[in-house]
């Protein structure tokens, strides 16, 4: 597949949304989980998505991931409209564009940590001789070099988000999507989790990463995101630019 | 995702589950081994057919007769080859003429004539009515005499015979092996032609021959009885079936050709050509056999000599239509087997579905991860190919042990209903390989509608899924 260099086409914008909304149907009812929602996200900005349940800021990070399409407007990353792409298009999106993170890590519990980090790189064809450095790399990274051949039952909370977010880096991406990456954490482990996260916005060399986190927790959106954009009924009600 | 890759995530997922999975496969199994064990006996018996067909060195060889043999009258009189074409010579006689012409087609290896004869065969002190044939030097190395006792005769010219197996069960002493007759003397009593001296040479108070021509005197006989030893060189076989018969021209006693034809006996037809008027060249033939280069050779033989004038017969018909039987027979044994490996295969479609459902959110996080839907199809084609796989080789192996249990057992019984036991039961390799490649695309096409469900599914609902 062509994939132009998204440096060049992107003028700026890691994202781009564009009057972008999302309904679904509910028997007779249509529901407007993300309504004509416009915002841009620069590259290397810490975007934080705050909002009540279902106010639409999953939904609307699913768009921007790919794993789900817009009913109308339009979603642009890294200069590509997801609009306009293929299925497969979309999953190249995700393998190599985007690296995901979740509420409840999403490891797969019948694999170890080498396999599930793996899993990514299989999915995009990484030649297999090259994989068990890249685990190993991506592992130590997270501080579990150590837990390779555990499997996630036999990690704590923290490690096991720890490997999810190994997991979701392992391709390389430009930009890192997180779903309420501290929800499932006590407050020690989801501060480490976000100093990491922060380590990844903003590392102490080499290029630094777009991230859009949705979260409920004001504080820590506060202390690490460059801004913060409130959704409510899957619009926009407030903006605040914080570095 | 690789093939490699694809291989090694389906396997995985096999062994997580390995109780359900290893029943569904095993139910592929019990499938192909149905179908392979119904099919091995099918193409066992078939080959029983063709080994007793090709033993008796039937399939080379074409049988020709003067289109004149059978008159008007009789059942096949005046019949014609279905196959004879438009532009059929008239009738004409089976002489050195037709013999020399017939030799000369392209793919014919030899000629020789059809000498049968009915004759009393004595060993002191048992004798017995029994069918004599001539044999040609090539039957020693055609396979039909298999399994001989003794050996083949010694030259062309050699006073020697080889007797049937059952038949010399008969002529020996109770409770003696019939090999026990190798190298004994065989007295045959039968009817000699000895030709008539011309009418000038008669004596004077004999009536005057008048039906006799100047054409048919040369062929004009009298028939005496007349005596001849032989020295027993070899003894066939008793055949499976008691039946005493064995080779082309099915006979108890098997001569050297060449002895056969300078016996001079009566043969069926010999009263018939001197009735007929039409002039031969040389001597007068009732059958002549041809054999020829290969099997696929037979009817373009058959062809040629019937365009000649005369009639062919071969077995290559026969069994033409005893090849279409077993086709269908195994066909039906094909379907039988096969409905195994269909309720196989609803096993199959049970347990991917089963998959989907519990591995929904593992298909979530895959296609998060970047899989695309041709890569979650192509995952689930892969287990339930691998499924196919083993259940097919697993398979094979059931088959071809209950085969072998069905042959031994068959053995058995028939050992104590005093038959002697063929092999009836074959696995060749085109059925192993076919049994797997069937099994596999079964499995294959079962997981066309869980595949497709499972790369349908919607990450976003998949992900959310406890």
Redesign the interface.
């Known amino acids: 597949m062509n994939v132009p260099d998204p440096a060049a086409s992107s003028n700026g914008f890691g994202i781009r949304t564009e009057r972008v909304s999302r309904s679904y149907k509910m028997g007779e009812t249509i529901i407007r989980a993300v309504n004509e929602i416009s915002l841009d996200v620069r590259k290397g900005e810490f975007l934080a998505l705050l909002g009540a349940s279902g106010s639409g800021k999953s939904t609307l990070l699913n768009l921007m991931a790919g794993l789900d399409r817009p009913s109308s407007g339009s979603i642009v990353a890294m200069g590509r409209d997801l609009a306009g792409m293929s299925g497969e298009e979309l999953a190249m999106h995700r393998s190599r564009t985007v690296g995901m993170i979740f509420q409840s890590f999403q490891l797969l519990p019948r694999m170890t940590l080498q396999e599930n980090v793996e899993l990514p790189l299989r999915l995009a064809e990484v030649p297999r001789m090259e994989r068990p450095t890249r685990v190993q790399e991506a592992l130590a990274s997270v501080g579990l070099a150590g837990r390779i051949r555990h499997r996630p039952s036999e990690l704590s909370g923290g490690e096991q988000q720890r490997g999810a977010i190994a997991r979701a880096l392992i391709n390389r991406p430009m930009i890192l999507l997180a779903d309420e990456p501290t929800g499932n954490l006590d407050s020690k482990t989801g501060e480490e989790i976000m100093g990491l996260i922060a380590q990844i916005h903003r590392p102490s060399s080499g290029e630094g990463r777009t991230i859009v986190m949705v979260t409920h927790e004001r504080a820590l959106a506060e202390r690490y995101a460059d801004r913060i954009v409130t959704l409510s009924d899957g619009g926009i009600s407030r903006e605040e630019r914080l570095r | ?2 093939i ?2 694809l291989a090694e ?1 389906a396997t ?2 096999l062994r ?1 589950a390995i109780l359900r999975n290893s029943l569904t496969t095993l139910g592929i199994s019990v499938g192909v081994a149905s179908l392979v064990a119904l099919l091995s006996l099918g193409v066992g018996l078939q080959q029983l057919v063709d080994r007793s067909v090709a033993k008796a060195g039937l399939f080379d060889i074409v049988s020709v007769r003067s289109r004149q043999s059978a008159p008007f009258g009789q059942p096949g009189g005046g019949r014609r080859n279905p196959r004879d074409a438009v532009d059929v010579a008239p009738p004409r006689p089976l002489d050195d003429a037709a013999r020399k012409e017939i030799a000369g087609l392209p793919n014919v290896l030899e000629v020789n004539p059809e000498i049968r004869f009915t004759a009393e065969a004595r060993v002191e002190p048992v004798s017995q009515l029994v069918m004599v044939s001539g044999m040609a030097p090539s039957s020693e190395s055609s396979g039909t005499l298999d399994g001989l006792n003794g050996h083949f005769f010694s030259n062309a010219d050699a006073r020697e015979a080889i007797v049937q197996g059952d038949l010399a069960k008969r002529l020996v002493d109770v409770g003696k092996a019939p090999a026990s007759l190798l190298g004994q003397e065989i007295t045959l009593r039968f009817a000699q032609r000895q030709a008539l001296p011309p009418p000038s040479d008669a004596a004077p108070g004999d009536p005057p021959n008048r039906a006799v021509g100047p054409d048919e005197e040369a062929m004009g006989f009298s028939i005496v009885p007349t005596e001849k030893k032989f020295r027993v060189v070899g003894v066939t076989p008793a055949s499976d079936s008691g039946s005493g018969q064995v080779g082309f021209n099915n006979a108890g006693i098997y001569l050297p050709l060449a002895v056969a034809e300078k016996l001079e006996v009566v043969q069926q037809g010999d009263l018939r050509d001197i009735s007929r008027a039409a002039p031969a060249s040389g001597t007068r033939y009732a059958a002549l056999n041809v054999r020829v280069t290969s099997p696929n050779a037979v009817a373009q033989i058959e062809s040629s000599v019937t365009r000649m004038g005369f009639t062919t017969f071969s077995l290559i018909d026969v069994t033409r239509n005893l090849r279409t039987f077993f086709a269908i027979f195994d066909m039906f044994l094909g379907i039988f087997g096969s409905l195994a490996l269909a309720v196989a295969s609803l096993g199959i479609i049970n347990t991917l579905v089963m998959a989907i459902l519990e591995r929904r ?2 298909i ?12 979650v199809r192509r995952l689930f084609f892969a287990e339930a190919g691998v499924m196919g796989l083993a259940g097919g080789l697993f398979g094979v192996l059931l088959g071809w042990a209950i085969g072998r249990a069905i042959q031994v057992a068959t053995m058995i019984y028939l050992k104590r209903q005093g038959v002697n036991a063929p092999n009836i039961w074959t696995v060749p390799w085109w059925l192993v390989a076919g049994a797997i490649v069937f099994s596999v695309v079964v499995s294959l096409a079962s997981g066309i509608y869980p595949a497709s469900r499972a790369a349908k599914l919607d ?2 609902e998949a ?1 959310r899924y406890e």
């Open positions: 995702m690789k490699g890759d995530l995985r997922n997580e959110r593992e979530g996080v895959l296609k998060a991860l970047g899989a695309a839907d041709r890569d990450p976003v992900l």
